[in-house]
């Protein structure tokens, strides 16, 4: 367990020496340093996450087939699969995969905490789950999600092609990306009138676009697999809480109108992900649309202490607060977690060792 908590520990100790601020900052400086700690760790990992079989599986598939067979013998995700394919024809290892994906998701979640009051405090929320579970594990979604935290970098400045750019690139590694888009462009929208043509248009360009993959992800967790994840009921609270306390204190976050609009729209997806829960027969579904709010617990847990409270001292014992919440999820997943034995001990590739 130990490599875990260190992770944890360098990006929980730069929270608490780090002063909070919205100004803006020119260099990330040592958050970069953290950040290839992340990535050593997410690309360097032998046997560690669920899905390191399937990944594997997928690996040697791509050695035989040719290009076109293994797009069309996954469901969409271009990007992905042609990096497989390529890194085969060039002789790659496998970890190389994993380590080229482990710098797109951290680019990506590096560049987006940078935009927060205190960076190392927005990556530290990011560790206990979405770094150490779900990208040393799900490595296309994880990859996705890196674009993701790209296009919501561009979002303050208000540059909407960016914004349209990154989130695509993120859709050809995991289509369900695509689910972010609504999200920002009702954030532009004046009237009821164009939020439902936005939604239309939308609607219809995905299910021309993207229908094929979305058909494949409906039928393997709802129609056949009803695919079932642990800890569901848990992460849906764990992203209504910021929701909550967005709304509590999002004049006091240093957040431009429409960028108050964007996070009211996760917010309320936040709280819609109660009714999927209940009504959708798999959670497994439910727990890959979360992934896409985790942005939300970031930007609101590391700007919270700015926002509660006036004085350095309330804003380090709250920093000190949310810091101790991070460290018991991130016990109660090593300790107890269903899956915590495909993750203890952690190791690294073969090549590394010795």
């Known amino acids: 367990m130990f490599p875990y908590w260190l992770l944890f520990g360098a990006f929980a100790a730069g929270a608490l020496g780090t002063h909070p601020t919205l100004q803006q900052r020119r260099s990330l400086?040592?958050?970069?340093?953290?950040?290839?700690?992340?990535?050593?760790?997410?690309?360097?990992?032998?046997?560690?996450?669920?899905?390191w079989g399937n990944y594997?599986?997928?690996?040697?598939?791509?050695?035989?087939?040719?290009?076109?067979?293994l797009l069309s013998g996954y469901a969409g995700d271009p990007a992905f699969y042609s990096i497989v394919w390529l890194l085969r024809r060039g002789g790659a290892e496998f970890w190389v995969l994993n380590f080229l994906c482990a710098l797109f998701f951290t680019w990506g979640l590096v560049k987006f905490a940078n935009q927060q009051a205190n960076p190392w405090l927005a990556?530290?929320?990011?560790?206990?789950?979405?770094?150490?579970?779900?990208?040393?594990?799900?490595?296309?979604?994880?990859?996705?999600?890196?674009?993701?935290?790209?296009?919501?970098?561009?979002?303050?400045e208000k540059r909407t092609l960016r914004f349209l750019i990154?989130?695509?690139?993120?859709?050809?590694?995991?289509?369900?990306?695509?689910?972010?888009?609504?999200?920002?462009?009702?954030?532009?929208?004046?009237?009821?009138?164009?939020?439902?043509?936005?939604?239309?248009?939308m609607a219809l360009g995905g299910a021309y676009l993207l229908g094929r993959t979305f058909t494949e992800y409906a039928n393997d967790y709802i129609t056949e697999g009803q695919l079932e994840s642990?800890?569901?009921?848990?992460?849906?609270?764990?992203?209504?809480?910021?929701?909550?306390?967005?709304?509590?204190y999002k004049n006091l976050m240093g957040l431009q109108e429409h960028e108050k609009?964007?996070?009211?729209?996760?917010?309320?997806?936040?709280?819609?992900?109660?009714?999927?829960?209940?009504?959708?027969?798999?959670?497994?579904?439910?727990?890959?649309?979360?992934?896409?709010?985790?942005?939300?617990?970031?930007?609101?847990?590391?700007?919270?202490?700015?926002?509660?409270?006036?004085?350095?001292?309330?804003?380090?014992?709250l920093t000190s607060g949310i810091l101790c919440y991070?460290?018991?999820?991130?016990?109660?997943?090593?300790?107890?977690?269903?899956?915590?034995?495909a993750y203890i001990p952690y190791k690294m590739i073969p090549v590394f060792e010795g």
């Open 230 to 248: 642990s800890g569901t009921v848990f992460r849906l609270a764990m992203n209504v809480l910021p929701a909550l306390l967005f709304f509590k």
């Open 56 to 69: 594997l599986v997928i690996w040697d598939n791509a050695a035989w087939a040719s290009y076109q067979q």
């Open 29 to 51: 400086g040592l958050l970069w340093l953290g950040a290839l700690l992340i990535v050593a760790m997410i690309g360097l990992r032998y046997e560690i996450g669920v899905d």
């Open 326 to 341: 991070l460290a018991a999820t991130l016990f109660v997943f090593l300790s107890y977690g269903v899956n915590a034995y």
């Open 123 to 156: 990556v530290a929320v990011a560790v206990p789950y979405l770094v150490i579970v779900i990208a040393m594990s799900g490595i296309r979604q994880a990859t996705a999600i890196g674009f993701v935290f790209l296009a919501l970098t561009a979002f303050p």
């Open 166 to 201: 990154w989130v695509g690139i993120a859709a050809t590694f995991h289509a369900s990306a695509i689910l972010v888009v609504p999200l920002a462009g009702l954030s532009f929208t004046k009237n009821r009138f164009q939020a439902v043509m936005l939604l239309l248009a």
């Open 261 to 317: 609009t964007l996070w009211r729209n996760f917010s309320y997806l936040a709280f819609f992900c109660i009714l999927l829960f209940v009504v959708v027969p798999s959670s497994t579904a439910v727990d890959r649309l979360l992934l896409y709010i985790y942005p939300l617990q970031m930007l609101v847990l590391s700007r919270l202490p700015m926002a509660a409270t006036p004085k350095q001292g309330g804003r380090i014992l």
